[in-house]
């Protein structure tokens, strides 16, 4: 479980607060949850996704060869060996 050690406070509307509060009694969730979820999946499923693509693109980037699978795996089995 994550240790939560850092607090962030906001101001909402009452219309927001009430809005919210509704939607965490429909999924039986406190507040503070339902606003952690709805922050990581704003902000930081994004830039994880972004993350990941710039990865790949660097990986394609790199124009390796690349071989059938049984000859790369004899070839990564031989190179552990030969360490």
Excluded at 17 to 29: D, G, S
Excluded at 50 to 75: G, I
């Amino acid at each position: 479980m994550a240790n939560y050690t850092e607090r962030v406070q906001t101001v909402l509307t009452k219309e927001q607060y009430e809005r919210l509060t509704e939607l965490a009694e429909q999924e039986q969730k406190p507040l503070s949850v339902m606003i952690r979820e709805a922050v990581e999946e704003r902000y930081f499923v994004k830039i994880d996704q972004q993350k990941r693509q710039a990865a790949l693109a660097n990986l394609l980037a790199l124009d390796a060869p690349v071989a059938d699978w049984p000859q790369m795996e004899a070839e990564i089995e031989q190179g552990m060996l030969d360490e």
